[in-house]
C-alpha cells in the first residue's frame, strides 16, 4: 500500500475511531474525502499550525460541515493544538471537536459550518477580501496578500439554494484564487441522489463562469494533484473540481452506502474497515512515522518566516500601507476616527433635519466612509433603496480595489458572503436589503451571531410605513425575531441623530453582527441636550422628562417617537407626570447597569405604554403585564403609510386614550 494511502487511511482511522466512540456522527464523508485532503493539505495548502491567524495563510473551508471528523483530523495530525485527547471527545460536553466545526472553539478552523451551502458562501466571502485586500495593499514586487481558498462541498451544499446564488455571483466576480472541491458520492441521508438530485454539475458552473475539472477519480492522489495545479493555472474564473468518490470507502459493508453517512458504523464494521484498509492499529493511536509524515509545523513556519521577510521589505518600501495593512487585520480602528464623527453628530443635532432614517444612514456613511477605509459595502439589487451607496463608493467589478460589491437579488448568499468577508479580516462588511427579507438571509444572519462576526447589516423599509407594497413587503415580526437572536445587536433609530449613534456602535463592537433597522418615511428630529445625545449610546434614554416621580411612562422606537411625544404633550398638558423614554437598542440598554436603568424605567411606575409598528408581544418585558402596548398583532395592508399608521391604531390619541386607561 503506498505511503500516500496510508496518510490518508489515518484520516480514516481517526473518524471512524471517533464517531464510534460517541456513538454519534458522520464517519462517511471523511472517510470519502481522505484522499483530496491529504494531497491538498500536504502538497499544496499553505497554513502555519504553530500560527492559526497568519495573514496570508490559505483559507481552507468545510462547507459540508457533517464531516467535522475530517477537518479535526487534519488538525490534529498536521500539528495544530488539538491533542489526541479532543478527539477522543468528540461530540461530548465543552470539547473542542463539536459536532459541526465551530470557529473560535478550535484552531483552525476559519468558520462555523454546517447548514449546508453557507460555508461554500463564507469561501466566497474570503476570496473577494483577499482579492480586494490584494488590489488595495499589493505594490509592484511586494505581493504581501497571496493566497488561495479552498472549500470542500458535498451532494447537498450543492442542492441547497444559497450555492446557485454564491456561485453565481464568484463566476460573475472571476475570482480566480477560489478553488472548490465537490465531493460527488451521489449519496445523501435519504440514500442515492439520483432520485432527487440528477443535475449536470459541471455544465452548471460553467454557466456560471467557473473552471471546471470534470470527474477525476478522487481516491487517485495523482488526478487530484493534476486536478489541483490546472485549477491553479486558471487565473480569471473560479474552479470546481468534481470528485468521484466513495461514501465510507474502505468499509466492507457500508461504503457506498447511506447506513455510512449519519451514524457510527458498529463496532464489528470498524474491525473490519480496519482489516480492509491495512490499518492494523488501536483507535486512535497513529505511528509515530504517520505523524511525522503529517506535520506541517516545520514547513508551516518556514512559509510564516518568508512572508515574514518580504513584509519587511514592504514596510521598508511603503511604511505608511504597511502600518495601515497591519491596522486593517488586526481590527484595530484608526486614530480619532471617533473625535470627527462626534462633531458630525453635534452638527446634526444643531440643525435639525426631517429626513428618513435610510437617508441618516447615508448621510452617515459620507463622513465614516472616509475615515474607514476598511468599510466594504453592497446591497441585494436595492442600493437606491436601501441608500448604502455613499459618495466613495467604488464597485469591485469597475475597481477590484473598491468597496461596494452589486449583490443582485441574492439575500442569503450576500449575507453568508459578508460573513466569510468579515471572518477573512481586514474588512468590516456591511450588507443591506429590506428588512422583510432579512428572511431569505435568517440562517447566515444567525450564523453570524453565533461565529460573533464583526458583520453589520442595514435593513430599510421597517415596518407597515413601507407602504404600498402591502403585506408581503411589510416587516412586522422580524424586528423582535433580531432582538431574540442570542449575541445579535439591533437598533432601530428615530432620526439623524440616533442613526448616527447606531453607526458608530455598530463599527466599534468587535463581538457579533449589528443591525440597523431604517425607516423609508421621513421622522422628525426631536430636541436633546448634550447629556441626552450621549446616553444614545446607551440603547435607551430619557428623551423627555418630568418634575417628580413619573405617573407614566411612554416607550418608543423609531418612526413611532415622533407621535409619542406629541402624546407626552396632550397627558402632560391635562396634569400628568410624563417621561418618554426612546429605546433604540434594547440590546444595548439591557447590558446597562441597574442604577442608570432603573433612571431610565424605574420599577415602581406601573403605568407604561409601549409604541412601535412591529408585534406587540416583544414589548411586555418593558410594560410588564400592567401595561399596554401600541403595536401590531397582525400583518400589514395594502395603502399609502399615511393611512396605515392611523388603520393600526399609531396616533396620538391612540396613545393618550391607551395612557389614560392606565391612570
Known sequence: MSSRKMLANAIRALSMDAVQKANSGHPGAPMGMADIAEVLWNDFLRHNPAN???????????????????????????????????????????????????????????????????????????????????????????????????????DGCLMEGISHEACSLAGTLGLGKLIGFYDHNKISIDGDTDGWFTDDTARRFEAYHWHVVRDIDGHDPLAIKKAIFEAHSVKDKPSLIICRTVIGFGSPNKAGKEEAHGAALGAEEVALTRKNIGWDYPPFEIPKEIYHAWDAREKGEQAERQWNARFTAYQQSHPALAAEFTRRMTGALPEGWQATLQNYISGLQASPAKIATRKASQNALNTLGPLLPELLGGSADLAPSNL????????????????????????????????????????????????????????????????????????????????????????????????????????????????????????????????????????????????????????????????????????????????????????????????????????????????YRQTVLPDDVDARVAVEAGIADYWYKYVGRKGAVVGMTRFGESAPADKLFPFFGFTVENIVKKAEALL
Open 52 to 154: 492559526p491567524h497568519w495573514y496570508n495563510r490559505d483559507r481552507f473551508i468545510l462547507s459540508n460541515g457533517h464531516a467535522s471528523m475530517l477537518l479535526y483530523s487534519l488538525l490534529h495530525l498536521s500539528g495544530y493544538d488539538l491533542p489526541m485527547e479532543e478527539l477522543k471527545n468528540f461530540r461530548q460536553l465543552h470539547s473542542r471537536t463539536p459536532g459541526h466545526p465551530e470557529h473560535g472553539l478550535t484552531p483552525g478552523v476559519e468558520t462555523t459550518t454546517g447548514p449546508l451551502g453557507q460555508g461554500l458562501a463564507n469561501a466566497v466571502g474570503m476570496a473577494i477580501a483577499e482579492r480586494t485586500l490584494a488590489a488595495q495593499f499589493n505594490r509592484d514586487g511586494h505581493e504581501i496578500v497571496d493566497h488561495h481558498t479552498y472549500v470542500f462541498m458535498g
Open 388 to 595: 448604502t451607496l455613499w459618495s466613495g463608493s467604488r464597485t469591485l467589478m469597475e475597481d477590484h480595489a473598491g468597496n461596494y460589491i452589486h449583490y443582485g437579488v441574492r439575500e442569503f448568499a450576500m449575507t453568508a458572503i459578508g460573513n466569510g468577508i468579515a471572518l477573512h479580516g481586514g474588512f468590516v462588511p456591511y450588507t443591506a436589503t429590506f428588512l422583510m427579507f432579512v428572511e431569505y438571509a435568517r440562517n447566515a444572519a444567525r450564523m453570524a451571531s453565533l461565529m460573533k462576526a464583526h458583520h453589520i447589516m442595514v435593513y430599510t423599509h421597517d415596518s407597515i410605513g413601507l407602504g404600498e407594497d402591502g403585506p408581503t413587503h411589510q416587516a412586522v415580526e422580524q424586528l423582535a425575531s433580531l432582538r431574540l437572536t442570542p449575541g445579535f445587536s439591533t437598533w432601530r433609530p428615530c432620526d439623524q441623530v440616533e442613526t448616527a449613534v447606531a453607526w458608530q456602535a455598530a463599527v466599534e463592537r468587535r463581538d457579533g453582527p449589528t443591525a440597523l433597522i431604517l425607516s423609508r418615511q421621513n421622522l422628525a428630529q426631536p430636541e436633546r441636550s448634550p447629556q441626552q445625545v450621549a446616553d444614545i449610546a446607551r440603547g435607551g434614554y430619557i428623551l423627555k422628562a418630568c418634575d417628580g416621580k413619573p405617573d407614566l411612562l411612554l416607550i418608543a422606537s423609531g418612526s413611532e417617537v415622533e407621535i409619542t411625544l406629541q402624546a407626552a404633550e396632550q397627558l402632560s398638558a391635562a396634569g400628568r407626570r410624563v417621561q418618554v423614554v426612546s429605546l433604540p437598542s434594547t440590546d444595548v440598554f439591557d447590558a446597562q447597569e441597574e442604577s
